[in-house]
């Protein structure tokens, strides 16, 4: 298996310019999530899917960030339009099942994202 | 509501020391803890889960209810062990008769150990 996958590994955009992002989950992980890495902040979660339905989306900062899950292999994360300060490292994990018995997640590489 | 604190940001020992990351928690429920390591620009990986009760790496963590703590602990820091280390926390909600869970880490704690 080749874990979470995401792309692009680096992203570097000018203020204004939409943004996507891309995570393939593992197959058969029915649970979907991205996150944010900043300094300042820490991990962030952003948005959270259960098999492709959002479920919680309040971590997403503002109307400007969107994310779609259209199948359970795929799922986009936007910005539009960016800004610098969304500069971070945004990661995708996933999880099989849904309750305390099941396992941690497992995380995608990341996408280093610098706005200027 | 749930929250996850690491007090120390940057942790320093020299090789062979004994290190030890705090990690406190707050949650009204049973909690569900674990240990992430991000060893430089690279994924986060699961080190530890508190149910499994398991030393991985020579690290070990024992969930204390009473202190509301789950600290990590290894006896004899490797140069290896320099890594950001993430407490999180699992909370688990009801959601259209499916019992969901999603994690809560802390800020981290950059460990480095010196030669």
């Known amino acids: 298996d080749a874990g979470v996958i995401q792309s692009p590994r680096h992203e570097v955009t000018e203020m204004g310019q939409e943004v996507t992002l891309r995570c393939k989950p593992i197959?058969?992980?029915?649970?979907l999530f991205w996150y944010r890495q900043t300094m300042m902040r820490g991990l962030e979660l952003l948005i959270y899917f259960n098999n492709n339905v959002p479920i919680d989306d309040s971590g997403m900062p503002e109307d400007r960030f969107s994310a779609k899950m259209p199948n359970a292999s795929f799922s986009t994360l936007k910005i539009q339009p960016s800004e610098p300060r969304d500069s971070a490292v945004y990661f995708c994990?996933?999880?099989?099942?849904?309750?305390?018995?099941?396992?941690?997640?497992?995380f995608g590489s990341g996408t280093r994202l610098t706005v200027v | 509501a749930q929250r996850v604190t690491q007090p120390e940001k940057l942790l320093s020992v020299f090789k062979g020391a004994p290190v030890e990351l705090k990690c406190n928690y707050s949650y009204s429920g049973s909690p569900e803890l674990f240990w992430y390591v991000q060893y430089s620009r690279q994924r986060l990986q699961l080190l530890l889960r508190h149910i499994s009760r398991e030393s991985i790496k020579g690290f070990t963590a024992d969930l204390n209810k009473g202190e509301t703590s789950f600290h990590l602990k290894k006896p004899f820091a490797q140069e290896e062990d320099s890594a950001m280390y993430y407490c999180a926390l699992s909370k688990y909600s009801r959601w259209r008769g499916s019992t969901l869970g999603r994690l809560y880490f802390g800020r981290g704690t950059q460990l480095t150990v010196w030669p």
């Open positions: 994990a996933s999880r099989a099942g849904t309750g305390p018995s099941s396992y941690g997640y497992t």
């Open positions: 197959s058969g992980h029915n649970s």
